[in-house]
């Protein structure tokens, strides 16, 4: 049986085959080719040696295709449409997706940037489910791995290689109390914010100190620099619940503003600026460099990124 080298293969000799078997006349295939028919009838000699095959063949009505001619046309037209989706830069239509996206995040990412996200999704992409995780130290690699396809946070990548990132928007501390607190009848002074319990949301979103340090809030280390402490008797890891539980004590948390004006608007607080400067991070989304351009991935990015610039 005669054998054929894989790699000598020339695919533009089969998309000319196709035009030959449909032709069935090289005069009329070398015009539809916009080939000489010398150089149409240099291929079909290509073809033949090829396949081990004539192909075509004279007849008394001008050229037929041979039974192996007829067997390959049947499937020449599949395999060249198969070769031209795996080579040309697919298309993802929203409306027609179908599959499940995989986020990570802290429940800061969940309660101020998802709600709109995904609302979007469900009127646009009806078919798409939904998967979040906690922000947890492994987020990189379950990226890394495909097993998330974007994570929401603040990141020091460090150098690290193979992810991108993109801010999404710049964010600032504020306090909360509860609505009538005592410490809102005075001025707020450095002396009387600390004088107060504090809580502390241990994964915020917010800037967080490398993992091989001692973990350290933001505002203690801020507090550490002016030389003074506070006492904070409570931690937590997630908002929601801190709210409700500051909104009934005397307790001081110090949090996101965007988180605080959602807290606002149900529970039983009251926002006030901090007595100290705790600067601005920037709240970003991080995926792995793999997925960069798959049209997917940057229509989630894309809607992320949309839906987070007006909160």
């Known amino acids: 049986?005669?054998?054929?080298?894989?790699?000598?293969?020339?695919?533009n000799l089969l998309s000319i085959l196709k035009v030959l078997l449909d032709e069935s006349n090289v005069t009329r295939a070398s015009e539809k080719l916009n080939l000489t028919q010398s150089a149409t009838s240099h291929a079909l000699q290509r073809l033949?040696?090829?396949f081990n095959d004539p192909l075509l063949e004279r007849s008394a009505s001008g050229m037929r295709p041979t039974p192996r001619a007829i067997a390959l046309q049947a499937s020449l037209e599949n395999i060249l449409l198969d070769i031209?989706?795996?080579?040309?830069?697919p298309i993802f239509v929203p409306e027609f997706a179908q599959g499940k996206i995989h986020i990570a995040s802290s429940d800061y990412g969940t309660t101020v940037i998802l709600p709109s996200v995904i609302k979007q999704i469900a009127l646009s992409s009806p078919c798409i489910d939904i998967e979040c995780y906690g922000s947890h130290t492994d987020i990189l690699e379950k990226l890394k791995d495909g097993k998330l396809d974007l994570g929401l946070g603040v990141f020091d990548l460090d150098g690290t290689k193979g992810f991108k990132t993109?801010?999404?928007?710049?964010?600032?501390?504020?306090?909360?109390v509860r609505s009538d607190h005592p410490i809102l009848k005075k001025e707020i002074t450095l002396k009387s914010y600390i004088a107060y319990p504090h809580a502390l949301i241990t994964t915020t979103g917010s800037p967080l100190p490398k993992t091989n340090k001692l973990f350290k809030s933001h505002v203690?280390?801020?507090l550490e620099e002016l030389g003074v402490k506070r006492r904070v008797i409570l931690k937590l890891p997630h908002f929601l619940s801190a709210a409700l539980i500051v909104g009934q004590t005397d307790l001081v948390l110090t949090i996101p503003r965007r988180i605080a004006l959602l807290f606002e608007s149900f529970a039983n607080v009251t926002i006030?600026?901090?007595?100290?400067?705790?600067?601005e991070y920037n709240y970003m989304q991080v995926w792995a460099e793999r997925s960069n351009n798959s049209p997917f991935?940057?229509?989630?990015?894309n809607l992320v990124y949309s839906q987070s610039q007006d909160i």
Do not use: T
């Open 1 to 11: 049986m005669h054998q054929i080298d894989i790699k000598q293969i020339d695919l």
């Open 48 to 50: 033949r040696k090829m």
């Open 84 to 89: 031209k989706k795996l080579v040309e830069e």
């Open 166 to 176: 993109q801010n999404l928007f710049a964010e600032r501390f504020v306090s909360i």
């Open 220 to 222: 203690d280390r801020k």
């Open 272 to 279: 006030f600026e901090p007595p100290i400067d705790l600067g």
């Open 297 to 301: 991935h940057i229509w989630l990015r």
